[in-house]
């Protein structure tokens, strides 16, 4: 039962606004790293103020892959809430970055 309240813990903490505000806070500083400094300061993430689950991906599409390259390398160390959570904005990414090229 101990194991159970531990595992049902760990993926409520990894939903929590703070913990995803620090995952996206070192993806993006990654995604800058790798980046062109003329594509650098088109990578940039927003916290809902009221609805603080909300975030605001304000990305330019040349950085598209920066972003997905910095998330790919930081899933192994993500809670697994947290991972699935990065891999559903890669998805809905990936999903317009297609609708864009049709």
């Given at each position: 039962m101990k194991r159970f309240v531990t595992d049902v813990t760990n993926l409520q903490e990894g939903l929590h606004p703070e913990n995803l505000a620090l995952w996206y806070a070192k993806i993006i500083s990654e995604a800058k790293d790798m980046a062109p400094p003329w594509l650098a300061d088109k990578i940039k993430v927003k916290q809902d103020p009221v609805l603080k689950m909300k975030f605001?991906?304000?990305i330019s599409k040349r950085a598209v892959r920066y972003f997905m390259i910095a998330v790919d390398n930081n899933l192994g160390s993500m809670p697994?809430?947290?991972?699935?959570y990065f891999l559903k904005v890669q998805e809905t990414l990936s999903d317009?970055?297609?609708?864009?090229l049709v």
């Open positions: 605001n991906l304000d697994n809430s947290t991972k699935m317009e970055m297609d609708k864009s």
